[in-house]
Structure formats: C-alpha cells, structure tokens
C-alpha cells in the first residue's frame, strides 16, 4: 500500500490562502469573502493551503449535558460549525468551556449517562442516529482523534507497532503482515527514523514528541477525512510543539484531511486555523476567519483573551478579564459572560444573544454591543485595570 | 525590612549570586545494593546573579533544569558543588538552623496550584504557619494574614475557607501570599502560571508587577511560556541540558539574541498574530534534548545546532560577553537572524533527506533521549 492518492495543494491555482479562485469555488467565496492574498512565506504557506468546498463535517445546534448530583451540568449548548474539505477549523476557550466534550461528542466518546440532543453529519449521514456499529465504522476510520496526552492515549503493554496495525485491522481484512507493513510506512511518514525497528518498541521507549508522531500516524492510518485533534501539543516543548504542528500540517495535506484542532493556545490557533471558533460556557461565542476574529474581535470575551497575553510590542500592563466562569449547572440569567463583561447592560443580564452575523456575513458573534467593539480602536481597551488607569 | 537574623558580611555585589552551581542526581541500579551506576547531571556550572528589584526570567525546555536551579538555590536540594550567596552570605555551607533564618528572605511559589497548599488545613492557618515557624505570630496574626490576602486581591472573609473552595487564580494567589507572609527579598516563581488559563494568568502576571512596585522584590521567574517571561522580565537567563547559554537584558536576549538555541527557542513559540504567524520563518530544531545521563562532550547543543562545527564537539565555549552583561555561550554566535533561518531550513532539510534511511546517529539520538525524557521527568515532575 502506498500513501493515498492526494491532490497536491500546490495544484490549485488562485491566489487566495483560502483557496482557489472565485469562479471555480464559488460557495467558497461567499463564505470567505476576498483576502488580500498577502504573499506568503513558504514556512507557513503550507499550513494554509486550499480549502475545499465540500462540507465533510455539519454540527448543528449540539447540546450535551451531564446528569450529577447538584443537577444537570450543561457542558455544551448549542453548537453549530460546518467543516470543509481541508479545513483547518480552530476551537479555542479556557478550560471547562465546553470545547473537548463537543469533539468528545462528534467521536461518540461519552459516557453513557450524556444527554446529547442536536446533529452531527458526516458527509450528509447523521452520526447520533446511527447504529453502534455504524459509528463503529466511521470512528477511527473517517474521522480520527489525536489525544492530549500522548503518555497515557497508548496502551504500555503492546509495541507501537501492533497499536497501529490494530488501527487498520479493525476497519480492514488484510494478512497482518500488510497492515505491519502500512504502521512503518505510517511512521516514516511522520518523521521517526528507522521505522521497521520501531515498530517493535514499546511506547516508553519514545520521548513526549516521538509518541505525539505515533499518534498522528495512528490517527492518519486509516486515511481519515475529519482528524480531531484535542490540545496535541499542549504536553509538548516550544521546540518539539513546532515540528508536531508543521507535520500535523504535512500529514493533512498528504491525506487530504480537514481538522479540528482543539486549543487553549490562541498563538496555535493564529498559525494554523483557517477559521476560528471561540467558546465560553459551552456556547460557541465567535465565529469567522482568524485574521478577523484576531484583528476585529467583535465578541467582548475574545477581546479579553487576547488583552490577556503578553504580546510582543506591550509594555504595559496585561488587561485580564475579572472573575471566573459561570457554573456550568447555574448558569446565569442572559448572556453567560456578562457578570465580567466591561460592556455589560440590562439587556445582557435579560437576554441571552444568539450567535449571529456582525459586520461581515462570515463573521458570526454572540453579542448585544459588537457594535461597540467594532467603533472602538482597540477593543482589548475595555479590559484596562485600575493599576494602569493609575499609572 | 531587617536581615538582622542573616549573619551578613559587609560587601557584596549582587543581592543573590549564583556561581559555578552544580546538581547531580545518582542513578541508581536494580538489585539488593542499589548500587549508583550513574548520575544526571541537572545543572551543570551555572552562573548567574539577581539585583534588588529585578526579575530575572529563566528560560528553557522542560529537563534543562531551571526548577532544579530554583530548589538548589533555596537548598531544597544541597547543591553537589558551587557556590549559593545571598546578601554575600554561602547558603551552601550554612547548617540547616541559621538557613531557617536565611529562608524568612527567600521564599519561594509552586507551580501547582492544586498541589502546593495542604487540602487539610484553612487558608488563615496555611499562611499563619510561616508566621509561627518563624517566631513571628503575635497577638494581631490574624490582622496580618488578612492583609496579606486583601493584598493579592482576595477578601480577608475568604481566611477561614479551605483550599478547595478556591479556584486555580485564587489559589496561586494564596500561594504567593503565603510566601510574602515573610517579607522576603527574593521570590522564586516556579513556574507560577503555566497551570492557569489565559485570562486568569494575566490577572496574576499584573499582581506580580504590583507587588514587586510596592514591596520591592527580587523576582527568581522560572517559566517556559517566552511571552509571559518577555512581558515580566529585567534580564533573561535561557538554559539548555543543565547550562545557562545566554543571558542579558531582555532586549537584548528577545530582539538580537546571539546564541543558535536562543534563536530557535524564539522562532519556535507561536505567536498570537495570524498574519506573523503565517509569514515568518521559523527554525525547526530537529530531534529532542540529549539525555542529561550522557551529554554531548564541548558545547551541549551542538548535536541539534546547525551551525555547529568540529570545534563545538572538542572544546566547550566559555560565556563571552557581547556589550552590557549580554553573555552568549557559543563558538559561532548568531549575527544575522533571517540568514540563520535559511541555513537553518538548509541543514534541517539534509537532516531530513537522510536520517529516515541509514542514520544510526540519529537513531541512538532517539534512544538517548527518550531515555533522557524517562529520566528527566521523575526530576523536574517532582514539583508538580
């Protein structure tokens, strides 16, 4: 077996980093909208190759909860974002925002006791009407998840290379030795020298970013569409977390695979995603493409994030958002940020808004004020403590 | 502020000087005897000093030791050689009662929130206790906590809660003032918030700078998030495997940093900027950190640098001074950033053509660090 027939993404013309041309993508282009088509460095050029037009992955309006004790915790509630060929779809929020269990759900790894209402197509066929077996099929096969931890995603007692070839033999009838023989390409593929030896070596035996190649290529094995890849690199070294983004990078487009990568890390994010979507309290709150969510955020929340980190030119003071958030079985009246929202008014506390267009079509933010935002120069401004209004 | 109890000569340069330090860790073997059949070396001849005031950020990848530095300083762990000075008086030498007294101007804040404050005890008692350890618990003790939690920004109220009503803000909030329930000089900040989320680690970031313009501390800042470290620091010390390879004020060591890892380390951290992220070029180190066990003979990055040379095996490069205090460790510093970045890409692209093929370098290389990471991490996770 050879690596999957792709089509190289230096084939499609246009000058776009979105993607080809407007007349032959037409949808794309309404969803998109003209970039300034910034010529771009090879290093990263790759990571924001064509994307294409049909959609693989549809989640329309996803709730999931949790029955406990002191009630039903809401972890996600209503989520929607549709996944085009070649995606790279950024999930950004701060722990507890929901972000993992929606991919949990997309995967159909919860637990039992979940309550999960909503739809979740994959190519048109809705995952949570499926029968066990169905999904069974498209797990692993279709749509692949890359775990956080890559100590812990592999099982200690079997060498790498019998994880792998499980990888494809439950999905495929093939002699062994064929699916041994597709784990060493897989691995080689990934970067790990010497595959045919590696393949006999047990997970401990390979360091943090030497695992994380192993589970790219257990995730890539089976030539998925969708890749979910839940805070690959949050375990990892700066140095080591570069070369896993730049090959997670290589693998999608050698596979022609769309991904959803699930972060906290909002610089991740800003190198790697085409479109970002920013949730809090299990809401998605921001929706469009990076360079606008980054540039002209028009959800208070993300300002926040971004006011949060020391960036390269600052000097003064970090603007932190206050308090914490909401609890997720008590959510408060309204929007669930408005208790430290700068930007709050009644009508905050009363009304909860829908995620809805703001200034661009694409552009989708859940917000009663985005106007506010949007005339403001700075929009991380609201944000500013009292210790550097003092100083 | 007294430093009445610290037996102090009366010179000395800096307020904290770290010199020539070094930590080793025995390995030892199976059987009855345990016997040592090697050692990590975690640092190895470091040197470096802190000023009143200052914050000193110490930068690095995960087992390059700067935790172990940290702990070696407070002598939590005895230093196996080299030489600890606070306020010009050897801590290394001190018996264990007098380095009491010595610790009321050193203190220092864990990395983990949820790990560092005893789950048993309230909040009054956990920042009490520094007070009655060292004598200092008076009639009006309570006041005192009080204030010290007003200061870091929570409600004397919260004093009789215990640490599990608190989330991972608060709680890294009681940890620092835990320690500056002694008024100390120095704190060392293990990596004091890397557990936290974004907006809440900015909230602590600006109590920290708070803190420092009030009660004028020395700040020990060890992180490995570059932009945390660029924000809150006066001069940075960037470690690799056990050795500190550049330090300087921190424009200098961020805008023109001389040393090939600094280089890397700073190309490699993302940015929260889409269009920078996307245009620039980025040096990709290939492989991981050599094994502490067995490091590399001359200069320890060598075996990842790409400019590395039959000199940097041979002969280790002393810390030379380029202007202002900035001191690079290296045969062939960098002189022009974006040219390194091509040649960078150059090696790396070799590296790659050949290694999945025939290399047995690259491969031992694998092995070593793997067992390097195996090895390192039951050190540096000691803390979390």
Same mark, same amino acid.
């Given at each position: 077996?050879?690596?999957?027939?792709?089509?190289?993404?230096?084939?499609?013309?246009?000058?776009?980093?979105?993607?080809?041309?407007?007349?032959?993508?037409?949808?794309?282009?309404?969803?998109?909208?003209?970039?300034?088509?910034?010529?771009?460095?090879?290093?990263?050029?790759?990571?924001?190759?064509?994307?294409?037009? !049909?959609?693989?992955?549809?989640?329309?309006?996803?709730?999931?909860?949790?029955?406990?004790?002191?009630?039903?915790?809401?972890?996600?509630?209503?989520?929607?974002?549709?996944?085009?060929?070649?995606?790279?779809?950024?999930?950004?929020?701060?722990?507890?925002?929901?972000?993992?269990?929606?991919?949990?759900?997309?995967?159909?790894?919860?637990?039992?006791?979940?309550?999960?209402?909503?739809?979740?197509?994959?190519?048109?066929?809705?995952?949570?009407?499926?029968?066990?077996?169905?999904?069974?099929?498209?797990?692993?096969?279709?749509?692949?998840?890359?775990?956080?931890?890559?100590?812990?995603?592999?099982?200690?007692?079997?060498?790498?290379?019998?994880?792998?070839?499980?990888?494809?033999?439950?999905?495929?009838?093939?002699?062994?030795?064929?699916?041994?023989?597709?784990?060493?390409?897989?691995?080689?593929?990934?970067?790990?020298?010497?595959?045919?030896?590696?393949?006999?070596?047990?997970?401990?035996?390979?360091?943090?970013?030497?695992?994380?190649?192993?589970?790219?290529?257990?995730?890539?094995?089976?030539?998925?569409?969708?890749?979910? !890849?839940?805070?690959?690199?949050?375990?990892?070294?700066?140095?080591?977390?570069?070369?896993?983004?730049?090959?997670?990078?290589?693998?999608?487009? !050698?596979?022609?695979?769309?991904?959803?990568?699930?972060?906290?890390?909002?610089?991740?994010?800003?190198?790697?995603?085409?479109?970002?979507?920013?949730?809090?309290?299990?809401?998605?709150?921001?929706?469009?493409?990076?360079?606008?969510?980054?540039?002209?955020?028009?959800?208070?929340?993300?300002?926040?994030?971004?006011?949060?980190?020391?960036?390269?030119?600052?000097?003064?003071?970090?603007?932190?958002?206050?308090?914490?958030?909401?609890?997720?079985?008590?959510?408060?009246?309204?929007?669930?940020?408005?208790?430290?929202?700068?930007?709050?008014?009644?009508?905050?506390?009363?009304?909860?808004?829908?995620?809805?267009?703001?200034?661009?079509?694409?552009?989708?933010?859940?917000?009663?004020?985005?106007?506010?935002?949007?005339?403001?120069?700075?929009?991380?401004?609201?944000?500013?403590?009292?210790?550097?209004?003092?100083? | 502020?007294?430093?009445?109890?610290?037996?102090?000569?009366?010179?000395?340069?800096?307020?904290?000087?770290?010199?020539?330090?070094?930590?080793?860790?025995?390995?030892?073997?199976?059987?009855?005897?345990?016997?040592?059949?090697?050692?990590?070396?975690?640092?190895?001849?470091?040197?470096?000093?802190?000023?009143?005031?200052?914050?000193?950020?110490?930068?690095?990848?995960?087992?390059?030791?700067?935790?172990?530095?940290?702990?070696?300083?407070?002598?939590?762990?005895?230093?196996?050689?080299?030489?600890?000075?606070?306020?010009?008086?050897?801590?290394?030498?001190?018996?264990?009662?007098?380095?009491?007294?010595?610790?009321?101007?050193?203190?220092?804040?864990?990395?983990?929130?949820?790990?560092?404050?005893?789950?048993?005890?309230?909040?009054?008692?956990?920042?009490?206790?520094?007070?009655?350890?060292?004598?200092?618990?008076?009639?009006?003790?309570?006041?005192?906590?009080?204030?010290?939690?007003?200061?870091?920004?929570?409600?004397?109220?919260?004093?009789?809660?215990?640490?599990?009503?608190?989330?991972?803000?608060?709680?890294?909030?009681?940890?620092?003032?835990?320690?500056?329930?002694?008024?100390?000089?120095?704190?060392?900040?293990?990596?004091?918030?890397?557990?936290?989320?974004?907006?809440?680690?900015?909230?602590?970031?600006?109590?920290?700078?708070?803190?420092?313009?009030?009660?004028?501390?020395?700040?020990?800042?060890?992180?490995?998030?570059?932009?945390?470290?660029?924000?809150?620091?006066?001069?940075?010390?960037?470690?690799?495997?056990?050795?500190?390879?550049?330090?300087?004020?921190?424009?200098?060591?961020?805008?023109?940093?001389?040393?090939?890892?600094?280089?890397?380390?700073?190309?490699?951290?993302?940015?929260?900027?889409?269009?920078?992220?996307?245009?620039?070029?980025?040096?990709?180190?290939?492989?991981?950190?050599?094994?502490?066990?067995?490091?590399?003979?001359?200069?320890?990055?060598?075996?990842?640098?790409?400019?590395?040379?039959?000199?940097?095996?041979?002969?280790?490069?002393?810390?030379?001074?380029?202007?202002?205090?900035?001191?690079?460790?290296?045969?062939?510093?960098?002189?022009?950033?974006?040219?390194?970045?091509?040649?960078?890409?150059?090696?790396?692209?070799?590296?790659?053509?050949?290694?999945?093929?025939?290399?047995?370098?690259?491969?031992?290389?694998?092995?070593?660090?793997?067992?390097?990471?195996?090895?390192?991490?039951?050190?540096?996770?000691?803390?979390?």
């Amino acid at each position: 077996m050879t690596v999957p027939p792709t089509t190289p993404p230096d084939d499609v013309p246009g000058g776009s980093i979105y993607g080809p041309a407007a007349e032959e993508a037409p949808e794309l282009f309404q969803v998109y909208g003209s970039s300034s088509g910034a010529e771009l460095a090879p290093a990263r050029a790759k990571s924001v190759s064509a994307v294409g037009t !049909a959609e693989v992955l549809k989640v329309e309006d996803l709730t999931v909860g949790f029955p406990t004790e002191d009630g039903l915790v809401r972890a996600v509630r209503g989520v929607s974002y549709t996944l085009h060929e070649r995606e790279v779809l950024g999930i950004v929020g701060e722990s507890g925002s929901g972000k993992s269990v929606s991919s949990m759900a997309v995967m159909g790894l919860l637990p039992k006791g979940a309550r999960i209402t909503g739809n979740i197509s994959f190519r048109g066929r809705n995952i949570l009407s499926m029968s066990k077996q169905e999904q069974r099929s498209l797990r692993g096969r279709k749509i692949a998840m890359i775990f956080q931890d890559p100590m812990t995603a592999m099982n200690p007692v079997y060498t790498v290379g019998f994880q792998l070839a499980e990888a494809v033999l439950s999905h495929e009838v093939m002699p062994k030795k064929a699916a041994m023989a597709r784990a060493e390409e897989m691995l080689g593929l990934v970067g790990i020298p010497q595959p045919k030896e590696r393949l006999n070596s047990y997970p401990h035996e390979f360091s943090g970013g030497m695992r994380q190649r192993v589970m790219i290529a257990m995730a890539v094995i089976n030539n998925p569409d969708v890749i979910i !890849a839940d805070e690959p690199t949050t375990a990892l070294d700066v140095t080591v977390q570069a070369q896993i983004l730049e090959k997670l990078i290589e693998v999608k487009d !050698a596979f022609n695979a769309a991904i959803v990568l699930i972060t906290h890390d909002l610089g991740v994010v800003a190198g790697m995603a085409h479109r970002t979507l920013v949730m809090y309290a299990g809401r998605p709150v921001e929706l469009g493409n990076t360079e606008d969510v980054f540039y002209s955020p028009r959800m208070p929340y993300t300002a926040g994030l971004l006011g949060s980190i020391p960036s390269a030119g600052d000097t003064g003071r970090l603007r932190p958002i206050t308090g914490a958030p909401p609890s997720l079985i008590n959510l408060p009246d309204g929007c669930p940020f408005s208790p430290r929202c700068p930007l709050a008014t009644d009508v905050c506390r009363t009304v909860e808004p829908e995620l809805a267009p703001t200034d661009a079509p694409d552009h989708l933010g859940a917000c009663h004020h985005w106007d506010r935002l949007a005339a403001a120069p700075d929009p991380t401004a609201f944000f500013r403590t009292e210790s550097e209004a003092r100083r | 502020m007294s430093a009445s109890t610290v037996p102090s000569p009366a010179s000395y340069e800096h307020l904290l000087d770290v010199h020539d330090l070094v930590m080793e860790f025995p390995v030892k073997g199976g059987g009855i005897f345990r016997k040592v059949v090697g050692k990590v070396q975690a640092v190895s001849g470091v040197t470096m000093h802190l000023d009143a005031g200052e914050t000193l950020g110490v930068v690095g990848e995960s087992g390059c030791g700067k935790s172990t530095t940290g702990r070696a300083i407070l002598q939590l762990h005895k230093p196996t050689s080299g030489s600890v000075k606070l306020r010009g008086s050897e801590l290394t030498t001190m018996s264990n009662e007098d380095l009491r007294a010595v610790r009321r101007n050193l203190q220092i804040v864990f990395q983990d929130p949820y790990a560092s404050l005893n789950p048993k005890m309230p909040v009054n008692d956990i920042i009490g206790e520094a007070l009655k350890i060292h004598g200092m618990w008076k009639k009006d003790g309570l006041d005192r906590v009080g204030a010290l939690l007003k200061l870091v920004g929570l409600s004397p109220e919260h004093g009789n809660r215990y640490p599990h009503e608190f989330s991972g803000g608060q709680r890294q909030r009681i940890g620092i003032a835990r320690a500056l329930a002694l008024e100390p000089e120095v704190l060392i900040l293990d990596e004091p918030v890397s557990a936290l989320d974004v907006s809440v680690q900015a909230g602590v970031v600006n109590l920290l700078e708070d803190l420092q313009d009030t009660l004028g501390l020395a700040y020990f800042f060890i992180a490995h998030d570059l932009s945390v470290v660029r924000h809150i620091s006066d001069r940075i010390a960037v470690m690799y495997l056990g050795k500190v390879v550049e330090t300087g004020t921190r424009d200098a060591v961020y805008y023109e940093p001389k040393h090939p890892y600094t280089v890397a380390l700073l190309s490699a951290a993302p940015e929260a900027d889409p269009e920078s992220e996307r245009s620039r070029q980025r040096i990709m180190l290939t492989g991981d950190v050599p094994s502490p066990l067995n490091p590399p003979s001359g200069c320890r990055f060598r075996t990842r640098c790409w400019k590395a040379q039959d000199l940097c095996a041979a002969e280790e490069p002393p810390p030379i001074d380029h202007g202002a205090g900035h001191l690079v460790a290296c045969h062939f510093p960098v002189t022009d950033i974006s040219a390194e970045t091509a040649s960078a890409a150059i090696h790396a692209a070799k590296l790659g053509s050949s290694s999945p093929e025939s290399p047995a370098v690259a491969a031992s290389r694998e092995t070593a660090a793997a067992a390097g990471r195996d090895s390192g991490g039951g050190l540096s996770g000691g803390g979390r």
